[in-house]
């Protein structure tokens, strides 16, 4: 392996420790997002079209990249910040628990409480943890969503900068350009499939909460908020559907122990569906089973937290990629 080869390596991974450290992963996905979609949308322009006119309308694809993402970003936001957002969900998940406990038998209702309580002291503790950081939410939030902002721009302008002839870089600079690209296919791989597996989960999910369980005259609090909940924990493989199945189940069974079993039953046959659907679209996409990527998230939630979960899967597919391309493996 050349030298050059052997440096573009090490600063990669030195890149990817230093973004998991300083928890820049938003601006580095929000980046790598803009860049992803932007090269899909640019296959579809004419073919025939003069190097200026192609510069320009890939700066409108960008722009339009952009724009789409912060506004689907700003609306979810909002939704969830409102008071129907997930300080409500935590909320009747808390008054579920409590009414339980009348119902179940003596020798488990007496360990509840101190679950409960405990429940609630934890919500207490993780707001006193981040008063401070709420207290100056104006300059946290503007330092956020300039990270991502700018990770968007950056994005856009290596899409751009993506169709300019390269025969004449360096080796150093081609090296460095092949890691990027590997990694945009690892994260293209990786996240855009488990985008599609988590809507079909998410329209699954919709259709049982807001349409077959009114048919039976039940109605679930907040159920659309809990389908936006699945959606979104969705894109955590193995994990999500463990969060947004027993957010449902808990406030089902705070309906009657009839709704909590078919929510059960129901959300049971979506996750061996999804199961399979994961093994199938994610497992063949990077060449990796269940337990290889459970163990690389395991390890970097380990070392970074809830930060290092989320950017395994895309890590170890961009890892394992580059090995491959070695021919070590």
């Known amino acids: 392996m050349p030298g050059y080869t052997t440096i573009s390596y090490l600063l990669s991974v030195a890149t990817v420790l230093l973004i998991l450290k300083f928890h820049l992963l938003p601006a580095v996905f929000a980046g790598l997002t803009v860049y992803v979609l932007t090269l899909k949308l640019a296959r579809h322009l004419p073919k025939n079209m003069n190097r200026f006119a192609r510069q320009v309308a890939l700066g ?42 009348r119902t179940l038998p003596d020798a488990v209702a007496e360990v509840l409480p101190t679950t409960i309580e405990g429940l609630r002291q934890q919500l207490l503790e993780m707001l006193g943890d981040h008063v401070q950081k709420i207290s100056v939410v104006g300059m946290e939030g503007l330092k956020v969503f300039a990270h991502i902002l700018l990770g968007m721009v950056v994005g856009g302008m290596a899409a751009v900068h993506h169709f300019k002839e390269h025969d004449t870089a360096p080796p150093f600079i081609s090296a460095l350009r092949a890691r990027l690209r590997n990694l945009a296919t690892a994260f293209d791989k990786v996240v ?22 009114p048919l039976f005259g039940v109605h679930l609090p907040l159920a659309s ?23 449902i189940v808990v406030i089902s069974l705070g309906i009657s122990p009839g709704v909590g079993v ?68």
């Open 192 to 213: 855009f499939a488990q985008v599609k597996i988590s809507g079909l989960n998410t329209a699954l999910t919709a259709v049982y909460l807001l349409v077959a369980l």
């Open 60 to 101: 409108v694809v960008v722009v339009c990249v952009i724009t789409c993402l912060t506004s689907a970003s700003a609306a979810i936001w909002s939704f969830i910040g409102s008071s129907h957002g997930i300080a409500a969900l935590l909320a009747t998940v808390v008054d579920t628990l409590g009414s339980l406990r």
């Open 262 to 329: 078919a929510s059960l039953l129901f959300l049971v046959l979506i996750h061996k569906a999804e199961y399979f659907m994961n093994a199938r679209i994610v497992g063949h996409e990077v060449q990796a089973t269940a337990w290889e990527l459970l163990s690389a998230m395991l390890l970097l939630e380990a070392v970074f937290g809830i930060v290092g979960l989320v950017a395994a899967p895309v890590v170890y597919a961009w890892l394992k990629a580059e090995v491959k391309e070695q021919r070590m493996i």
């Open 225 to 247: 908020l809990l389908v936006l909940v699945t959606f979104a924990v969705g894109m955590l493989p193995v994990v999500g559907n463990l969060v947004s199945n027993t957010l």
